[in-house]
């Protein structure tokens, strides 16, 4: 699925750099192209592989190249008033060459957050692919105005995205580790999900075929639910031995192969059973999913079809809805057999709920804020100046 990411605010042109430098690692054709846009010249300044003509900077005239300080409702007020300036650097990218937009944003500040709401909404007026939004929430301990920031944003953004995966930042962090120190592997976590269910249905050569093929128009009828999305991980080293023609005939005549395939499919229904309850963007109570995908990536002779058809059974037995989509993504030179879960249209997430509860409160107590407290200014006006002696 060839996706244009548009990385708003400083983290998800962060992770738009991320997604640049991964795709041009792989083989052609390229998956991802990217743009960044901020109000903070710094942040794009910062970034390594994405063109400077990819770089917008936006409400120069307002906040003077600074950004708007975590204030997302500015950012979504510079966003309305220059989102043509957006548009235009979009539509020369070349649209049509693309199957979906991917937004990715921090939720927590300032200039992504104000800005994904608005500029989905936008993209979505004027064309026909889907948009999806990528939105990264604040740890807890970020404090109040990031939450805040958080479920302002997610309420306006889930009505005017196709869909919303989510990640949560505090999944991802150790013992005494600040968020800031995990960045780089949050986004890598990111990054490397997303790519391997954007490059399914990419055809890269003969040897690199699949058999269950997952194409485009799958990850888009699976995401067509909508809503709150979580895309789930899990890998398992493997030893790939090339037999020859003797070995391959005494294996069959001795029931060696069926051997081998019971244990290819129970180690892929193990992988997909963890990607799914324990290893997710953000953690969920899978059960509460509309429609699922599996994708799952490693050397050809690995890749059991009866091991993903299990896979595919077992998450239908277990998922809200009906509707579970699969297949495999060779790897050839892999030396892991790794699988990834899109769940889609979540109901029930209980960091979601928790930040909700949260941002109500902080609402309140900033509403309850007596107003006539007198500022500084007003203050010294009641205070004698010092003088000299008349």
């Known amino acids: 699925m060839k996706t244009l990411v548009i990385g708003l605010g400083q983290a998800g042109g962060k992770i738009a750099d991320s997604f640049l430098a991964d795709d041009r690692k792989s083989p052609v054709p390229h998956t991802f192209e990217c743009i960044a846009v901020n109000s903070a010249l710094s942040d794009l300044a910062g970034l390594i592989q994405i063109p400077q003509e990819d770089r917008i900077v936006i409400g120069e005239t307002v906040v003077k190249g600074h950004g708007v300080g ?6 979504a007020d510079i966003a309305e008033d220059e989102v043509d300036v957006i548009l235009n650097r979009i539509s020369k990218v070349g649209v049509a060459d693309f199957d979906a ?56 953004l889930l009505p005017n995205a196709d ?14 580790e600040s968020v800031r120190e995990a960045y780089a592997r949050i986004n890598k976590e990111i ?4 790519g391997i269910v954007a490059r399914a ?24 639910t909508g809503g709150i999305c979580s895309i789930g991980y899990a890998s398992e080293r493997v030893t790939v031995r090339k037999k020859g023609f003797l070995s391959k005939l005494l294996s069959i005549f001795l029931g060696g192969g069926k051997k081998e395939n019971i244990g290819k499919a129970s180690r892929i229904l193990s992988v997909v059973k963890r990607a799914t309850k324990g290893r997710l963007l953000m953690p969920c109570d899978y059960r509460s999913a509309n429609k ?3 994708v799952l990536a490693g050397p050809p002779s690995e890749l059991d079809r ?22 495999d993504y060779p790897l050839p030179k892999s030396g892991y057999v790794g699988c990834v879960v899109l769940l889609a249209g979540i109901s029930n997430a209980p960091r979601v709920r928790v ?11 900033v509403a309850e804020e007596p107003i006539g407290v007198k500022n500084i200014e007003s203050l010294l006006s009641d205070i004698d100046k010092l003088g000299g002696k008349k």
């Not at 949260?358 to 107590?365: D, L, T």
């Open 306 to 327: 009866k091991g993903i058809e299990k896979s595919r059974q077992w998450l239908e037995q277990n998922i809200t809805g009906a509707e579970v989509r699969g297949g």
């Open 355 to 365: 930040l909700l509860e949260r941002a109500k409160i902080v609402q309140e107590k």
């Open 201 to 224: 249905g990419e055809v890269r050569g003969r040897k690199a075929v699949a058999e269950m093929v997952v194409d485009t128009s799958e990850i888009i009828n699976t995401m067509r």
């Open 101 to 156: 937009f991917l937004l990715v944003a921090g939720l927590g500040g300032g200039t992504g957050s104000g800005v994904i709401p608005v500029l989905s909404k936008h993209l979505k007026q004027v064309y026909d692919e889907p948009v999806y939004a990528l939105g990264i929430l604040p740890a807890e301990n970020e404090g109040d105005i990031y939450t805040l920031n958080a479920a302002r944003s997610l309420k306006t």
């Open 163 to 176: 869909a919303v995966i989510l990640v949560d930042n505090g999944t991802f962090l150790r013992g005494g």
């Open 70 to 75: 975590a204030d997302n409702k500015l950012g």
């Open 292 to 294: 699922a995908l599996i």
């Open 191 to 194: 990054v490397k999900r997303m």
